[in-house]
């Protein structure tokens, strides 16, 4: 079992949308939590970073934590075309370690 | 400001060569982490450094091999490439927040 599933998609959904994206950890010792959005051949883009239970929200995008049932989401409202891409979720157990990654979720938003 | 930087882009080698990989982070930052993405899957974690000194290492063979220099860029280092090699090969760089940053990456091809 990996450490950290994330559904591979791909999630297709029309332009102005909510587009809703979870992965889920096994292990408890993971305290911080990202987001990242990663383009066709590109590298990882920093988008959301949380170290507590509960909402961050920056713009159209809101990052949900729960400790408890080792669960992450990540909310794009008002979505547009080109947030087309894959997104992946990280994490690490304490600031300066490696950062885990889920598999991506490839999502294609729709004009 | 400048983003953390990869070279090369893009390269082709042949079974059993021999490739190094550089990477400058973000001006400031001193820690550099390096990670593997094969086509369709997450990063995977193959070495941090932080000022010159190694300071986790993943679940690679020795073939892999990476060292800072003393202005905090670093170089990855793969002898006797197999066809499984094969990859995008990141660099991240971070600071004091402990937020990682990913460079566009070097796309490995072996043949």
């Known amino acids: 079992q990996k450490e950290v599933e994330q559904d591979p998609g791909p999630l297709s959904v029309p332009e102005g949308a909510i587009v809703s994206l979870n992965c889920t950890y096994s292990?408890?010792?993971?305290?911080?939590f990202m987001w990242y959005r990663q383009y066709s051949r590109k590298g990882p883009e920093l988008l959301m970073y949380t170290y507590s239970s509960g909402n961050k929200e920056d713009g159209r995008f809101t990052a949900q934590v729960d400790k408890s049932s080792k669960y992450i989401s990540l909310f794009i409202r008002d979505s547009q075309p080109s947030d087309s891409a894959t997104y992946l979720c990280?994490?690490?157990?304490?600031?300066?370690?490696?950062?885990?990654f889920g598999g991506g979720t490839r999502v294609l938003v729709k004009p | 400001d400048a983003g953390v930087t990869q070279s090369p882009t893009h390269l082709i080698k042949t079974r059993g060569q021999h490739v190094t990989l550089r990477c400058s982070p973000i001006?400031?930052?001193?820690?550099v982490s390096w990670y593997q993405q094969v086509l369709g899957q997450g990063p995977q974690f193959i070495f941090q450094y932080y000022e010159k000194e190694e300071r986790g290492r993943g679940n690679f063979p020795d073939r892999f091999s990476a060292r800072q220099f003393p202005n905090y860029s670093s170089e990855l280092n793969v002898n006797a490439l197999l066809l499984g090699d094969s990859a995008l090969y990141l660099c991240a760089s971070s600071g004091r927040t402990y937020e990682q940053y990913f460079g566009p990456g070097t796309r490995l091809t072996v043949t």
């Open positions: 292990n408890s010792a993971f305290q911080y």
């Open positions: 001006s400031g930052h001193k820690s």
């Open positions: 990280a994490m690490r157990e304490g600031a300066g370690n490696k950062l885990t």
